[in-house]
């Protein structure tokens, strides 16, 4: 397992001292398109890199991060508005987003409005889908992007403090693997946890309505 990882992060680490902050702005770009390029694998080993040697702060990590995020999202909010809703569920599952998906945001979008942008950026699922449903109903541009921004940098907050915790674990990066099982079932519980009371829970009621 260490022998898997390793080499990962040592290439993302020397990457992430010569790009610095225009890598991880283009990285979540990637993450809020419909790419699926987790934030999670993003954020945490650069708020690591900043917090051991210094060469990148964590209040530019979550800025870039939120700057990168809030660009990904209009791309994606711009295309759906032009392109309308019957070609993103035609052409959509050629970019890994099926009908079921577009749907599920959509009935997050329309039970939430504005604070569904918000916590939408907290989510797995639908974080990198919103976009989708704002511009298909031609939601105000300037309300999307505020929400946009204020929920992507209190995730990347949250990802900053998970990274220092995570990289403090010894046996985390000495890549043992209970260590890393310890670590991703902890992850996935609270994903999980917020899956389930904000998405699944609404899924479930929209349905019986």
């Known amino acids: 397992m260490h022998d898997f990882f390793k080499p990962l992060l040592d290439w993302y680490t020397h990457s992430l001292e010569t790009g ?40 530019g990590i979550v ?24 070609l993103v569920l035609k052409f ?14 959509e009935r997050w979008a329309a039970a939430y409005g504005n604070f569904g942008i918000f916590a939408s950026r907290l989510l797995p699922v639908v974080r ?15 309300k999307f992007s505020l929400w946009t921004l204020v ?3 209190l995730w990347c907050g949250v990802l900053c403090w998970l990274g220092i915790k995570a990289g403090q674990d010894e046996a985390l990066m000495s ?10 079932a902890g ?4 994903l999980g946890v917020i899956y389930y009371f904000f998405v699944h829970r609404q899924m479930q009621a929209g349905k019986k309505g």
């Open 20 to 59: 610095g902050y225009p890598l991880i702005v283009l990285l979540m770009f990637i993450e809020s398109t419909f790419l699926p390029l987790p934030s999670e694998l993003i954020i945490p080993p650069a708020a690591y890199l900043a917090y051991t040697k210094g060469n990148l702060s964590l209040t």
């Open 63 to 86: 800025l870039a991060g939120a700057l990168g995020s809030w660009l990904g999202a209009t791309a994606m909010y711009w295309t759906t508005r032009w392109a309308g809703r019957p």
């Open 92 to 105: 959509g599952k050629y970019f890994f987003v099926s009908p079921e998906k577009v749907e599920k945001a």
């Open 128 to 142: 990198h889908l919103i976009g989708i449903p704002a511009g298909i109903v031609r939601m105000n541009y300037w």
């Open 151 to 153: 929920g992507s940098g």
């Open 175 to 184: 890549g043992e693997l209970h260590a890393i099982t310890y670590w991703a």
């Open 187 to 190: 992850i996935l519980a609270v």
